[in-house]
């Protein structure tokens, strides 16, 4: 860690240690007023068929005082649960019935492992360390497919983590049944002589769609661990130093170009092979577990969809690699963020690791290798005694070579180290973090990327008022050395401009170093009945950068964010549920020039027979706002106002036929720039076993005010371009899901992706750029010879993929990924032929084969 983050992260240690020496005198906030559960020990393990039969269970006593929680909090519920609980020295044993006097109505749909489906389902939650914090969920449906999750800061949840364990279901002439075995070893618990683990069980009955849980979970209270129950009469149990290794072994073939082909010979040739690694968990101590990764391939994972972006901002792609994601949440240090606007801005970015090679575009073809390999990966996470979350990844990226062997990715170090300290029974929570990224730079990439970059942060939340308010806060700095040429490349980029000729901001050619800052501070109303709201300011100085292993839209910007919601939860004959929000936002650089003022209002209805209603109205751009960054390094220039619209409606999910259809629109620069899309969908369950998604969306953009490119003549004037952008995109998404057992599934989807556009009416910015008048803000202006006036992009992406877990924790996949990709200039044709082009490109197929074995 450099010496100006070290301060800030002294501070923030000191104020964790502060924090830990009087948490102990906080007063814990007492679970519902519900008398405990009660497990027994099983002197022989229960055979899990989904029977009731076994002595554990003849011994065990039945917990039944369930409430409904949805859609009505506190009504008795319309079928009886009961649950009852056993453990031994290595496991632990929940039976369920859900009695039902109709079991041929009992909802049921056959999917793959954690996707649910059209169908009821029974959930216990268990909180092994009682810390009301954390824990793990384990759910079930009738014909036995799984979900599990991992609970942290008391109402997240972690889809991403698969747990090792079983259960078996039966439907019977009374209802349902499951039963559960869960091994000790995946639950993370104190090593003392007795245990009270939090404990809770929800069941979902579809075709009413309502659901119970014991003890009654309330929406209007904030939190899930906090509201769990009680499981006591567990003695006698260790804490388990587990140890899980996964080997995996992978055999790939793939289209490659080749661009040394001789004539006459088929420029695509294939490169076969067969690579092997490993993950590891083990179990540093009771409450302390190590991942880790060697030689990952996440073959496996769906193609990021197809965009065409043209922003001056960096899109954002969601992780799906399950290394990555599983305990994501933890790292988690967001920016920008408030409920009116969150786009995925953060201190953490886990795609920075793998990322395609920086320099591909200037030093390789398309022969190159395109991702950047991961040599390993570790994570430590875990809960100490006193409340104290630690999590710490380390990660490393191998060097990637283009034509020559030219450097298009130097190898590459990510390291990121987070801790965070719950107070009063978690009401409180102060918490630091620190990343750092170093790359090992040659001559090749000197003078493009930042040698090292260093992110320090402290964060709080604090909740009171019986948890209905809620205080936040959070403090940044960052800092990025390099060359002189990186650095100046940095303060050019679109994230800070700081060329901008009325930006007012130092741009400095010999600086080999940029720091900056960034504070967020909100306050809301989260919990009790009807109304919530939340007030936040942002701010992030020009030289903020965090984009070296975080995502960072923009720098140089505060922002005054005010959101306030509406709910009504109890059902009427209209409608199930009702939900609004009203919204109000401003943006201004930090020298304050306001760049965007907006209001918004958004509805969400649940129809009394299931269907939705939406519906979102938002007036942009209001008087007085300015484009800083539209320009790319240009002056500012005047916004003009802009409406946006949008409408859809939603079928009842409980049917075989689920239609929805959205329907967008927008007007704005007076009329001159407008657009309207649709975007219909259909899910379609011909059969249990069986799920179709067909979607497709299409929408036209008019854009008078579309930037075309900087240009510098002879005169070394720059000539700032913009254009009349007429552009219309098609894309059509198919999903096919069959499952032929809980551990059988086949996944199918794919995306065929049409978007072209044409330039007309060619314009600078003149010089009053930030004129009243929309016409004087711009001059004519012909582009110089050779500039594209146009854009045709033909994408299909695809991926199928067998996955068997033929062992609990062990899975074969059979992959196969297909892709066509064509980029050109504007063609004024019909669609038929653009997709008969599509069709005919070169088609890129990679197939694969991946075996994992869970070893315990």
């Not at 809770?200 to 009654?216: A, C, F, H, N, Q």
């Not at 299931?610 to 519906?615: C, E, K, L, T």
Request: glycine letters at 8%; one cysteine or more.
């Amino acid at each position: 860690m450099r010496p100006c983050v070290i301060p800030l992260v002294a501070a923030a240690v000191v104020t964790l240690v502060a924090a830990r020496a009087t948490s102990a005198q906080q007063p814990r906030r007492d679970s519902m007023a519900v008398a405990p559960a009660v497990a027994v020990r099983a002197e022989r393990p229960p055979t899990i068929d989904g029977k009731e039969d076994d002595a554990v269970w003849r011994e065990a006593a039945a917990t039944s005082q369930f409430l409904e929680f949805q859609p009505n909090e506190g009504k008795a519920p319309r079928f009886k649960t009961e649950f009852k609980v056993a453990y031994d020295d290595r496991n632990l044993y929940v039976f369920i019935r859900a009695y039902d006097p109709h079991p041929d109505s009992i909802m049921t749909a056959l999917t793959r492992r954690d996707v649910r489906g059209p169908s009821d389902q029974l959930k216990i939650m268990v909180d092994a360390y009682h810390d009301r914090q954390s824990g793990f969920e384990f759910a079930v449906n009738p014909v036995g497919v799984k979900r599990d999750y991992a609970m942290y800061n008391d109402a997240s949840e972690d889809e991403s983590w698969d747990g090792v364990w079983d259960v078996a279901t039966r439907i019977d002439s009374v209802g349902w049944t499951a039963e559960f075995h869960i091994p000790l070893s995946q639950l993370r618990y104190a090593n003392k002589a007795s245990h009270e683990f939090g404990f809770g069980v929800w069941r979902d009955i579809e075709r009413y769609k309502e659901r119970t849980s014991w003890p009654l979970y309330r929406s209007s209270q904030s939190g899930i661990s906090s509201q769990l129950g009680v499981l006591t009469g567990i003695r006698g149990i260790v804490p388990f130093h587990r140890l899980e290794v996964v080997p995996f072994t992978v055999a790939k073939s793939s289209s490659v170009p080749v661009t040394s082909a001789p004539p006459g010979q088929a420029p695509w040739g294939r490169s076969q092979k067969v690579s092997a690694g490993a993950d590891v968990k083990y179990g540093l101590t009771s409450n302390l577990t190590l991942d880790a990764t060697v030689n990952p391939d996440f073959g496996q994972v769906e193609a990021d969809p197809s965009v065409v972006n043209l922003s001056a901002f960096e899109t954002f792609f969601q992780e799906r690699r399950p290394f990555f994601i599983e305990g994501s949440g933890f790292y988690n240090f967001d920016l920008n963020c408030s409920i009116v606007n969150c786009g995925g801005e953060g201190l953490f970015y886990s795609r920075r690791i793998g990322r395609a090679p920086q320099l591909f575009g200037r030093y390789a073809d398309d022969a190159s290798p395109n991702v950047s390999p991961i040599l390993g990966a570790a994570k430590l996470t875990g809960r100490l005694p006193g409340g104290m979350n630690v999590g710490a990844l380390e990660a490393v990226t191998g060097r990637v070579g283009g034509l020559n062997d030219r450097t298009t990715e130097p190898r590459t170090s990510y390291t990121v180290l987070r801790a965070q300290q719950d107070l009063r029974s978690g009401q409180t929570t102060v918490g630091v973090i620190a990343t750092g990224v170093n790359r090992a730079l040659d001559q090749w990439t000197e003078p493009y990327l930042r040698r090292e970059a260093y992110v320090a942060g402290t964060n709080f939340r604090h909740r009171f008022g019986a948890s209905r308010y809620e205080l936040t806060g959070s403090a940044t700095r960052s800092l990025v050395r390099g060359s002189a040429a990186s650095i100046l490349a940095t303060q050019l980029s679109s994230v800070h401009l700081f060329q901008r000729p009325d930006g007012g901001l130092d741009l400095d050619p010999t600086r080999t170093a940029l720091g900056g800052d960034a504070e967020e501070l909100a306050f809301g109303k989260f919990g009790g009945n009807m109304m919530h709201f939340q007030t936040s300011y942002q701010r992030q100085s020009p030289g903020f950068e965090t984009n070296d292993l975080g995502y960072l839209r923009r720098a140089n910007q505060q922002s005054f964010n005010n959101w306030m919601g509406m709910s009504w939860r109890e059902p009427t004959k209209v409608y199930r549920s009702m939900t609004g929000n009203v919204n109000a936002w401003g943006y201004w650089t930090a020298g304050g020039l306001s760049t965007e003022k907006a209001i918004n209002t958004n509805w969400h209805v649940n129809l009394a027979n299931n269907m939705w209603v939406h519906s979102g109205l938002t007036l942009s751009q209001l008087h007085g706002t300015f484009c800083d960054n539209c320009a790319r390094g240009g002056p500012a220039f005047r916004r003009s106002p802009f409406a946006n619209y949008n409408v859809g409606l939603q079928g009842d999910d409980r049917r075989r036929v689920v239609p929805s259809l959205w329907f967008f629109t927008g007007r704005g620069d007076y009329g001159a720039s407008h657009y309207r899309g649709w975007a219909p969908a259909l899910t379609l369950i011909p059969m249990s076993q069986l799920q179709i998604e067909l979607n497709a969306d299409w929408n036209k953009n008019t854009d008078d005010s579309q930037w075309l490119g900087n240009f510098t003549d002879a005169a070394n004037v720059t000539h700032y371009a913009f254009a009349h952008l007429e552009q219309e995109t098609r894309s059509v998404g198919v999903r096919v899901s069959y499952t032929a057992t809980p551990a059988l599934s086949f996944q199918l989807y794919a995306a065929p992706f049409v978007s072209r556009g044409v330039y007309t009416n060619t314009r600078e910015l003149s010089a009053t750029p930030r004129a009243e008048r929309y016409e004087d803000r711009y001059a004519p202006y012909v582009t110089p010879p050779g500039a594209s006036l146009g854009f045709d992009v033909l994408q299909v992406r695809s991926n199928s993929v067998v996955r068997w877990e033929f062992r609990p924790g062990s899975t074969l996949f059979a992959v196969w990924t297909h892709g066509r990709e064509g980029f050109n200039d504007f063609r004024d044709r019909s669609w038929r032929a653009e997709y008969d082009e599509l069709l005919a490109l070169h088609p890129a197929n990679t197939f694969l084969l991946k075996l994992a074995y869970w070893l315990d």
